[in-house]
């Protein structure tokens, strides 16, 4: 069974925003408003996903953000997310093994589900996809279905064939599925467009044809998705088509069902801890640590208390475990009394034996440079514990990032060499008034934030080119000087443009820097 879930990229969106189909958030219905996701490119925002408003008006992937707001100005823009769109896809794959043994990945908006021998169990194909789509629906999600002998005619009859199509097995499929656009083959778009201008624009075309003249136009072609015999084959179940499933691995989890509710701090401090060592002990077995641990309390009035922990680096270490939750129920409103309490690790990675006890030593003598992270992000939050790493770009304000104290930097392919930067960089680059020789001379004088400097010294240019891949072809270069007032300060500016270079009106000059 092939799942297509037409509109997942806007479907996940209003599901995040909160956004029901019966609701009126976005006017009198979820379609009411012309809606689009968009995505940053080399060439500017384009469109990602659009809603049927934005496409009634004619906004549609990958049409320009610019051209899109010209056809329909009232149109609603939001960044889109695909990897969390792959992991939304990730967990319904999971969730959609209610209909067979295993599922696979149809990136970036479909499934396919292994229906062998199972459709009885719903009364039939159709109750099948009856029910598959009525439980789509349920979860706000658009989609298609279809059944077929193989995963490739089962895609095709699922995006390009009738609504909950299925094919028979007795059917012969180069009759059934003839009349179907050569798009359903699975093929690059490039692909597509040649066969279409040879006339061949149904897969009964195809067919027709002598192998040989196929085999002859496309022997060059390696890849399945530009060689349309092999989609062939595999759509008619002559060459085998390997899938890999989607296998969900079940996260380490202990709890405590409690004879009576508990309402006192001491008690439930107990409770963690036997927690942390049952934790500690089936994290062992596994040879796992983990980096995010999740308690969940059950109140008696059905209220359910979550407290999460992300440590800088995996650890099975009862005691500091509950060091660290000390800290997050202090805030606790047991009500009437705690009856279930349940410890989670959704997130383990790698840990041996032997290095678990080292870190267990160093942590008892409060040398562990992650304990310590621990401790910090559990008091200031994860978002205050941070470190700068490098980052491939010339650019100031790019050339560096955050990220976790202990996570691993990122390795640069070739190491960038700058000329000599200030220690201190400002947030934003702040707008100065400067007298300079032009039309790229040094400057001689600069006003800012209300005081004249006189310059006694400049050294510069350090010209910096924009991103060609990232910015917008009317984005202007930057000349970097290194000046020294009369005060002995030296400051770090920059002339944003060059007069005629037919990218703006007269340059801009900001400051940037201030050197120690």
Not at 236 to 250: A, K
Not at 361 to 372: K, V
Not at 446 to 454: D, I, T
Request: glycine share 8%; with cysteine.
């Amino acid at each position: 069974m092939a799942i297509w879930c037409t509109e997942l990229a806007i479907d996940r969106w209003r599901q995040v925003e909160g956004l029901s189909r019966g609701e009126g958030a976005l006017g009198d219905g979820p379609d009411a408003v012309p809606l689009a996701l968009i995505e940053d490119t080399a060439h500017g925002p384009r469109i990602a996903a659009a809603n049927r408003a934005a496409r009634a008006a004619g906004t549609a992937p990958p049409m320009r953000l610019a051209d899109a707001r010209t056809l329909c100005p009232t149109l609603v823009v939001h960044p889109a997310d695909p990897a969390g769109d792959l992991a939304f896809l990730e967990s319904l794959a999971l969730w959609a093994q209610r209909w067979g043994p295993w599922s696979a990945l149809d990136p970036p908006d479909g499934l396919l589900v292994d229906v062998t021998g199972v459709a009885h169990l719903f009364g039939g194909e159709r109750a099948l996809i009856a029910d598959a789509l009525d439980l789509l629906a349920r979860r706000g999600l658009s989609a298609r279905a279809a059944l077929a002998p193989t995963a490739g005619s089962a895609w095709a009859l699922a995006r390009h064939g009738p609504a909950a199509a299925i094919q028979p097995p007795e059917a012969d499929p180069r009759s059934f599925l003839a009349g179907l656009p050569v798009a359903a083959l699975r093929l690059d778009p490039d692909v597509i467009l040649l066969l279409r201008r040879l006339g061949l624009k149904r897969l009964g075309d195809l067919d027709g044809l002598a192998r040989e003249n196929l085999a002859r136009r496309f022997r060059n072609t390696r890849s399945a998705a530009a060689n349309p015999l092999l989609r062939l084959d595999q759509l008619f179940g002559l060459r085998p088509e390997p899938l890999l499933p989607v296998i969900g691995v079940p996260a380490p989890l202990v709890q405590r069902r409690l004879m009576e509710p508990i309402r006192h701090r001491p008690l439930l401090d107990q409770v963690v801890a036997d927690l942390a060592q049952d934790m500690a002990r089936l994290l062992e077995g596994l040879g796992q640590g983990a980096r995010r641990l999740e308690l969940g309390l059950w109140k008696v009035d059905g209220e359910v208390l979550l407290r999460r922990l992300e440590m800088a680096a995996a650890t099975r270490d009862p005691a500091h475990v509950c060091r660290l939750f000390a800290t997050r129920l202090d805030d606790l409103d047991a009500g009437f009394g705690i009856e279930l309490v349940r410890l989670r690790a959704s997130w383990t990675e790698p840990l041996l034996l032997a290095q678990a006890d080292l870190d267990a030593a160093a942590e008892r003598h409060g040398t562990s440079l992650a304990a310590c992270m621990d401790r910090l992000t559990v008091r200031l939050g994860a978002q205050a514990v941070r470190r700068p790493v490098p980052h491939a770009s010339h650019l100031p304000e790019r050339a560096q990032r955050w990220q976790p104290p202990l996570a691993d930097p990122p390795s640069l392919q070739e190491e960038l060499h700058f000329h000599h930067r200030p220690l201190k960089i400002l947030d934003n680059p702040e707008a100065v008034a400067v007298i300079y020789e032009t039309p790229d001379g040094l400057p001689r004088r600069f006003r800012w934030r209300g005081e004249v400097h006189e310059i006694a010294r400049a050294e510069g240019p350090e010209r910096i080119a924009p991103e060609w891949w990232r910015e917008r072809s009317t984005v202007r270069l930057r000349d970097y000087y290194r000046i020294e007032d009369q005060s002995g300060r030296r400051y770090w500016l920059y002339r944003h443009g060059m007069i005629g270079d037919g990218r703006g009106g007269a340059p801009e000059w900001f400051i940037q820097g201030l050197f120690a």
